[in-house]
């Protein structure tokens, strides 16, 4: 290497270094000013992929730390998931489904309310349960936009919940009223899916 390509290689790094500094600067300060502790209501929204594989990864995650878990899932319950298999079965995980499968399998709108109000009835536990600190209500929007669950009750009950005590909300077409009750919002784009190209869905990735 020439002494050249070292003068700029050595340059590169301390403008590296620098830019790194003022960064964890940043970082630190955002930190430092952050001092309140609370539970989350985190909103995963959006047309694409991944809203309940990451808040299934944040179950994970809680239950590695040690927290006591509860899911409640809506709409799905029909096909083997991987996971309810997964975590059905855990100590520290209440794991409730809906069991009537999507509703364009189902439909009968009258059945699914009362499918609905009945796991409702489970999520409602969960959410005035002093003991639970994380609380999963799997594909739920969908809940409160076809109707089947009184969205002002929904919200009630998310904003009377314990106050330690964090929500994972997932589904498309959150509500505006859910969007601003949230802290944690994420809207998951469909910029591509494996499905539109014709390819079945895929155990492991999809369910």
């Known amino acids: 290497m020439s002494n050249t390509e070292n ?3 050595k340059d590169r790094n301390q403008r590296h270094k620098r830019a790194m500094r003022r960064k964890k600067e940043h970082v630190d300060s955002r930190i430092a000013e952050a001092t309140i502790d ?11 992929k991944g809203k309940s594989s990451s808040a ?9 730390h040690g927290l006591r878990c509860g899911v409640v899932q809506f709409i ?3 096909w083997e998931c991987g996971e309810q298999m997964l975590f059905e079965d855990h100590a520290l995980v209440e794991f409730h489904v809906m069991k009537t499968g999507f509703t364009w399998e189902t439909q009968d709108r009258e059945k699914d309310i009362v499918a609905a109000e009945i ?5 409602l536990a969960l959410l005035s349960n002093d003991n639970i600190d994380v609380v999963i209500l799997d594909e739920i929007t969908y809940m409160l936009t076809y109707g089947y669950l009184d969205k002002t009750k929904v919200l009630k009950a998310l904003s009377e919940r314990p106050a330690h005590q964090h929500v994972v909300v997932t589904g498309r077409n959150a509500s505006k009223e859910l969007i601003e009750l949230a ?5 998951v784009a469909d910029t591509k899916h494996a499905f539109n190209a014709g390819i079945k869905v895929q155990k492991g990735i999809d369910y």
Not at 56 to 64: C, D, H, T
Not at 119 to 123: C, E, L, V
Request: aromatic share 6%; no cysteine.
């Open 7 to 9: 003068s700029n290689k």
């Open 56 to 64: 299934f990864g944040m179950l994970a995650r809680s239950v590695g």
């Open 183 to 187: 802290d944690t919002v994420s809207e």
């Open 38 to 48: 609370k539970g989350l209501l985190v909103v995963l929204t959006g047309n694409g």
């Open 76 to 78: 799905k319950g029909l």
């Open 119 to 123: 796991t409702w009835g489970k999520a």
